[in-house]
Structures are given as C-alpha cells and as structure tokens.
C-alpha cells in the first residue's frame, strides 16, 4: 500500500489496463475509514473505494463476532452494512462515497451516532408520487420494457436500486449470443450504452422519470402504493396504476466451513468489481460453477489479470454453453467435474480452501486437495427476488428448473394481481437476451392494459416477440427453462411458447474431455477441412469448432461470401460451403464464443489466425507461447500479422506454426517482456 506525504493511504487494488475497458472514474476524493484517512474516487461505491483500499472486513456479527465483507454487491444482502457518517446499516455497495465521508466498522446491529447530520437531514422532493407505469429494476429486462412502454406513448416512472441503469449488461465485456437482428455479436457494455441512448430522449422530455440508487422495499395492496427507499436516507411513496417488476435475481450461497469469510463473493460481484470500477477482486481465485456465468466470470478474471486457479463443477459436466468452458480451457484453467468445495481457510479473510471429489449422489470421496487463493468465487445459481409479488398477493408457484418460487402469469406476462407484470431473471433465471424480450412483451402488454395500442398491432407484435423467445429457447441448454415455463402459465392462459426442443446428446456426454470443454481426437476430424481443397486454398479455410446446439448467428451474419450457411434454426450447428471460404476471419472476430479459426495450410509452413482478448495488446513480432485445447504449450513463435476487423477489441492474430500443429493450437499467450 502507497502512502502520500499527507499521510493519506493510496488505494493500489487497482486494475490499470485491460483488453476490453477504459475506466473514466470522477474526482479523487479523501474519507476515513475507522479514523484512517483513504483515497478513492467520489459517487463510487464506499465498499469498492474500501476493498481499492485492501479492506476486507466492513462489519462482524453480533453473536460470534465473525467477520463480513460484501458478498452480492447489488444492495440485496446485508454483508456490507457499516456505519456512514453515523447512520448504521448502510448498504456501502450501492451507496456512493463522498468527500470526507466517515466510515465505520459495524459490530453487530450498529448504533446511531447522536447528533449525525445525516440522521437530520430533511428530506428532499415530494413524498407521494403518481405513476401510469412504474418500472422496478433498471436492468435489461427493466429498460426493454421501459423502451416499449414509452413507444406506445405511456408515462413511465423508472426504479432502480444500482447507481447505473442496465443491471448485469454493465458488467458483460463477453458478446452475446443469439440472433445479429437482436445484439448477438455485442459486447454487453455497449448494449446497455444502447439502451440508455435510446431512453435519453424520454427523459429530456419528462416522459420518463428515473430514480436511481432507490429500493422499492414494500408494496401495500389495500392502498395500491409502493414505498421506495433512496440513497439510505429518504421515503417516499408511489401510487402506480400497472406495474412491471423486473428486480433481477440475487446470488445463490452453498453450505460449506467458512463461507461467510471476506473473499468468498457472489459472481456478480466480482464483475460489479472489477468491469464496472476496476478494481482486481484478487489475484489467484477459485471459482465454484461451471454454469454460463461461472464459465463467463473465470474469462473475465483472466482478462482483468488475475489468475484462475481452478474451476469445480459438482455435476458431471459444465452447464453453461461448451465453447464457453473451450475458452478458459484453452487458456490453461482446469474444470474439475464432480468436485466442490469443501471448506475455506482463513482468519479474517480467505487463504485457500479444501476441495474434494464427489461421487453420484454427490457424497464426498477420495483425498482433500488444498488449493492456494484468495477468493472464492460462487456462481452456483441465481434465485428471483419476487419478494414484491408475495407482498402483491400474486399466486405463486415453486420452479426449480427456474430458479425457485415465480409468479404465475398468462402470455401477456400478467400475472394473479392485474396490477402486476413480470419480466427478466425474476420471472425465471435465463439468459439477458430473452430478458429483454420479456421485458418488450411486459410494456407491450401494459401499453395495452392502458389502452395506447390497438387489438390488431398488439397481437402482431405479441407475436413476433413470441416466436423469437421460442427460438432462442430451442437449443439443447434451455431444456431445464422449457421444462420450468410449464408450470408458470395459468390455466386457460394462452400458450404461444413451445415445450419442444434439443437435449443434450447422451454419447457425448459420455466422453470426459467433451464434457470439460475439450473436443475429443475423434471430434476433432468432424471440424476438419477436406484436405486436398485445404492445401490448394491461398488465404486458408474456416475451422468452427461450435458442436453445440445454441443460439447464436453472428458467423454466417458476419460471413462475407456465404461460405458460413444460413441456419435453419438458430440452434443449428454451423455449417460450411469450404469453397466459398476465402479465408478473410471475419467470423474469427464476430464469433461470441470464439470458436472460430483459419488456418492456411497453402505454403511450406502453415498460418494460422486465432481470435485474442487478453493483455498485453497483440503486435507484429511479439513472441508467443502456443497453447492447445488444454492450455498446454505445444510450440513457440511469432505474429506476423494483427487485425482488428470490427473495432470492437477482439484482434485476430496470425502466427506461423508447424503444420502438424494446426488442429491442436487454439490460442496464444503473448510473451511479456516489459
């Protein structure tokens, strides 16, 4: 840790350069932390200026006197409360950090400070608020309703508890899947960007109001208001005449020994850490999950540079999409299946933790394996926080496939309370591309309600929004979401989803490297070119190593010449007209899952062009380590070119390879000489 000769301690937890993200922070500003002066940036989260600061430990129970730190970093659990300013209890993840704010380690409930001002302070702007539709959640289920609803001419009033509108879009440096009509192909930060461009019109006109940092944090039925907490500090109450809750889902905590200590976080966190305030989580993590999200985090940490030791699965096989798990395989993380954690060491914050194997009925078997970290990452499921649709009288019903309890709804996203829609993550955990589909249906359907659309548009465009969601949920990874939609949709409700679809293919599942995202020898030949057109071939062929039923497009979208075939379906696995291939690799930089690669097999030695994401920046003549599908180093050598061919940070890199070599290298690791 840095200190100045103010005697004011520097924060170095910081993430300085990374592949993907700039980082505009605000005005330094100095607060104190238990009396101890520290440095951070102003309107940032207190609990991120603090852990910048390498503070850990924000408050201790009151029984035992164990230590927390935050765990959810979105305002949803009570880990990071301390006292601010006098005031106990403050959400310090989502409250922003002013100019001499005073900071205090809470032990236990907390107490208020006699005399604070902020426990004085008047409160600002009316109490009581009129709203034709009230938004609560400013995520991308959230600001897609939002969207749809102003179109239509409705007055909308907007909630959110984040200090940023866009909820997990905000964190996504990964492209999204799906279709190119529909964001597939861009990177989540700047779709939430897009978003927010859109409703910037709304809101200079007073069609839309937003209120962030608030909490809708009860809903009342006999008087029909919501009461909404702001900035910790301010009540107010508002009277909506429909409503669209769109409030997310939180993290899911699994029992083991310590895991309550300061560096077992939440996934979401860690990206609320390190993408959107830049500030390294840790430098050696364990994640638990090999889900999307726990496969999409462990990419994330490696971009940001910290190092992911290991990755543990208690199901035999990742559950998140396969090249997903390909691309941290291939950068050398292990995914160990049938394992999970079984305790974590350490006094006052995580040292390591105890891993072990488990066997079908996932009982604990073999040898303990200690492994050396600082974080334990947990991206072991989301549950919905439907605690407004309890309150609202909504029926209920208990999903497992979709998180846990929901609330029944019709087509329309309507749910028992004619006052209530729902849409996103909180009507069943998916993917953020069908949340804002959801989140259309939602302000399409009470654009309706209000009377602003006619029978014939709305039925049409209820359609069209329908027939995209069924697509998108065909593939052979939303089997369990299609499995849960059949419990949800009252009785007697239309039902314009379908339950049919893929599963995942049993004999694959039955090969080990397949299931930890490594393609197997036998595989490996379906993905080859035809030879003798290979070598013939100045420029080279595609190779799409994507055996997986998803949905996702942007390789025959981004695909110049047609040699990538349209799909049939948005599932299908992409298909290749070779004689078309020219060899150009723009699929190597469109593709999300970074799947694709040309290799040019035409001369004495073979290029080969792989797509690349990670620090230090790719330059003509930097030497690289060439890694295969396991992260093994299989050979050395150079760039002799670098592309970027969309702008968007993913380079294609070129490098000179034997070319026995050009089926097993699939990534590389630039060699850092600074």
């Not at 072991?380 to 029944?408: H, I, N, R």
């Not at 993905?527 to 994507?546: Q, R, S």
């Not at 078309?580 to 799947?595: H, N």
């Not at 050598?637 to 050009?662: A, C, M, N, S």
Request: charged residues 25%; proline residues 5%; neutral net charge.
């Amino acid at each position: 840790m840095e200190r100045c000769n103010d005697g004011v301690r520097k924060a170095m937890y910081v993430i300085r350069d990374h592949p993907i993200l700039q980082f505009s922070r605000g005005r330094r500003v100095i607060f104190y932390h238990d009396g101890r002066p520290l440095e951070w940036y102003e309107n940032e989260p207190i609990a991120v200026a603090l852990y910048a600061n390498n503070v850990k430990v924000l408050s201790y129970t009151k029984k035992y006197h164990r230590p927390r730190g935050f765990f959810c970093a979105i305002g949803k659990c009570s880990s990071c409360f301390m006292k601010v300013d006098g005031l106990p209890n403050v959400r310090t993840c989502i409250t922003p950090l002013k100019e001499g704010m005073r900071i205090e380690t809470q032990h236990g409930l907390g107490s208020f400070t006699e005399g604070s001002p902020l426990v004085l302070e008047e409160p600002q702007g009316p109490s009581d608020l009129e709203a034709e539709v009230l938004i609560i959640g400013g995520g991308p289920a959230g600001l897609s309703a939002c969207l749809e609803a102003l179109r239509w001419g409705c007055k909308v009033t907007l909630v959110d508890e984040s200090l940023r509108l866009g909820g997990q879009l905000i964190k996504q440096t990964h492209k999204f899947f799906g279709s190119s009509t529909d964001f597939a192909g861009v990177r989540g930060i700047k779709i939430a960007e897009i978003l927010q461009e859109q409703l910037s019109p709304y809101i200079e006109s007073g069609q839309l109001t937003v209120f962030s940092n608030t909490s809708a944090v009860a809903y009342y039925p006999r008087e029909n208001v919501v009461l909404c907490e702001q900035s910790e500090k301010r009540l107010f109450m508002i009277e909506p005449e429909t409503i669209i809750v769109s409030t997310g889902a939180m993290e899911k905590l699994i029992p083991f020994v310590n895991n309550d200590l300061p560096g077992v976080y939440g996934a979401g966190a860690v990206q609320t850490l390190m993408n959107v305030y830049g500030v390294l989580p840790g430098k050696k993590v364990l994640m638990v999950g090999a889900g999307n999200i726990g496969l999409i985090v462990s990419y994330q940490l490696l971009q940001a540079g910290a190092e992911v030791v290991a990755i543990v699965e208690l199901a035999p096989s990742v559950g998140g999409y396969w090249v997903h798990a390909a691309k941290v395989r291939r950068l050398g993380v292990p995914i160990l299946l049938r394992h999970t954690v079984k305790k974590v060491v350490g006094e006052s914050h995580v040292e390591g933790a105890v891993i072990q194997q488990v066997d079908e009925k996932g009982e604990l078997i073999g040898e303990e394996r200690f492994i050396d970290c600082d974080t334990v990452c947990l991206a072991v499921g989301l549950s919905p926080t439907v605690e407004l649709f309890w309150q609202a009288g909504c029926e209920m019903v208990y999903a497992g496939d979709l998180g846990g309890f929901v609330p029944k709804r019709d087509h329309t996203l309507r749910t028992s309370n004619p006052r209530f829609w729902v849409a996103g993550d909180v009507a069943g955990i998916e993917e953020a591309t069908t949340a804002m589909l959801e989140g259309s249906i939602a302000g399409l359907s009470v654009s309706r309600a209000l009377n602003r659309v006619d029978e014939s548009s709305f039925e049409s465009r209820l359609e069209g929004y329908w027939n995209k969601l069924n697509e998108l949920r065909m593939g052979e990874t939303s089997y369990r979401v299609r499995r849960g939609l059949s419990q949800v949709f009252m009785e007697g409700s239309l039902r314009p989803f379908q339950l049919v679809g893929d599963s995942p293919l049993e004999d694959r599942l039955k090969d080990e490297q397949f299931r930890s995202g490594v393609l197997s020898e036998n595989m490996v030949e379906t993905v080859t070119p035809p030879v003798e057109l290979w070598k013939k071939k100045k420029n080279g062929l595609v190779i799409i190593e994507c055996p997986q039923k998803i949905p996702c497009d942007p390789c025959h979208a981004n695909c110049p010449t047609g040699a990538i075939l349209p799909f049939e379906n948005i599932n299908d696995v992409p298909r290749i007209d070779y004689s078309k291939c020219t060899g150009c690799a723009m699929c190597v930089a469109a593709c999300p899952g970074l799947a694709c690669f040309v290799a040019d097999i035409s001369g004495e030695q073979a290029i080969l062009k792989l797509p690349y994401e990670m620090l230090p920046k790719p330059q003509v003549g930097n030497e690289v380590v060439c890694l295969d599908r396991c992260g093994k180093e299989v050979a050395r050598t150079k760039i002799v070119k670098v592309q970027e061919p969309r702008k968007d940070k993913t380079y294609v890199v070129h490098v000179v390879v034997p070319k026995d070599l050009v089926m097993h290298v699939r990534a590389v690791r630039v060699i850092d000489r600074g």
